[in-house]
């Protein structure tokens, strides 16, 4: 499937908003989302990581996987 391409802006917005919505999101914030290499045609970019409290944080990133996977199927980033 061919992804979308949008600013890396949108992306950022997308992942702040459901982090919102997420028992424990208030106390997390992700980094910006950066470019990289995709390996194999996949996506070309990522979250480098997060910043809060350590449990709020493990929690969050194991509930926003699924989503993050689902941005990555849909949409790359530009520069």
């Known amino acids: 499937m061919k992804r979308v391409v949008v600013s890396k802006r949108?992306?950022?917005r997308l992942i702040r908003?459901?982090?919102v919505q997420l028992d424990g999101g208030l106390e997390v914030q992700a980094l910006p989302v950066v470019v990289k290499r995709p390996p194999n045609g996949g996506c070309n970019w990522t979250v480098p990581g997060w910043t809060?409290?350590?449990r709020a944080v493990d929690q969050c990133q194991r509930k926003?996987?699924?989503y993050l996977e689902f941005l990555q199927d849909q949409f790359d980033v530009t520069d």
């Open 10 to 12: 949108i992306v950022d």
């Open 17 to 19: 908003a459901k982090l």
């Open 52 to 54: 809060g409290d350590a």
């Open 64 to 66: 926003m996987r699924t």
